[in-house]
T-cell receptor
Framework: GAVVSQHPSRVICKSGTSVKIECRSL??????MFWYRQFPKQSLMLMAT?????????EQGVEKDKFLINHASLTLSTLTVTSAHPEDSSFYIC????????????FGNGTRLTVT | DAKTTQPNSMESNEEEPVHLPCNHS???????IHWYRQLPSQGPEYVIH???SNVNNRMASLAIAEDRKSSTLILHRATLRDAAVYYC???????????FGTGTRLTIIP
């Protein structure tokens, strides 16, 4: 089946530094990937839609200069949290679509970011 | 996307069937009903989806009411590995995004 791999699974960084999270579709090509954020005991919130070869589309309230998304190839999207602060500590999850626009999404296992 | 309403939590005994309800009274004709589940500390996992007819796959069954204002996810024989948060999501035809609600936290009792 379709597999989406996220790396790293956990990261701890100091306040003010930047962190890059990778999302790869291992056995399929994904023209579109999605980035979600989930705070403890809350649901997933869509942050942005990442399109291969073009700029990401951010949801309302998500700072595009803080959460940099790059989708340089059909199998890789990256999310960089710039100048991270403790309030950015969260569970970041990517997903990708295999097939047509109405196809189910396949999710990575998430990245637990802790900013100290 | 139209809104869904699910119970916050449910419990079920291991090896018994589980019926997870979802109300979606404002569903439109082009809304598909999707179910995903999220195990602890993992990303969500696709379970099943349907439009009007009941659907079955290896994981579960989806029963859709005739008026489409509600649906039920059926796990035929729950195991401890089925303990998760189950999300019922409406996604209209042509919408590539998924908008998650609060879901139902399913606890399986050994």
């Amino acid at each position: 089946g379709a597999v989406v791999s996220q790396h790293p699974s956990r990261v701890i960084c100091k306040s003010g530094t930047s962190v890059k999270i990778e999302c790869r579709s291992l056995d399929f090509q994904a023209t579109t990937m999605f980035w979600y954020r989930q705070f403890p005991k809350q649901s997933l919130m869509l942050m942005a839609t990442s399109n291969e070869g073009s700029k990401a589309t951010y949801e309302q309230g998500v700072e595009k200069d803080k959460f940099l998304i790059n989708h340089a190839s059909l199998t890789l999207s990256t999310l960089t949290v710039t100048s991270a602060h403790p309030e950015d500590s969260s569970f970041y999850i990517c997903s990708a679509r295999l097939g047509q626009i109405n196809s189910p999404l396949h999710f990575g296992n998430g990245t637990r970011l802790t900013v100290t | 996307d139209a809104k869904t309403t699910q119970p916050n939590s449910m419990e079920s005994n291991e090896e018994e069937p589980v019926h997870l309800p979802c109300n979606h009274s404002t569903i439109s004709g082009t809304d598909y009903i999707h179910w995903y589940r999220q195990l602890p500390s993992q990303g969500p996992e696709y379970v099943i989806h349907g439009l009007t007819s009941n659907v079955n796959n290896r994981m579960a069954s989806l029963a859709i009411a005739e008026d489409r204002k509600s649906s039920t996810l059926i796990l035929h024989r729950a195991t401890l590995r089925d303990a998760a948060v189950y999300y019922c999501i409406l996604r209209f035809f042509g919408n590539e995004k998924l908008t998650f609600g609060t879901g139902t936290r399913l606890t399986i009792i050994p």
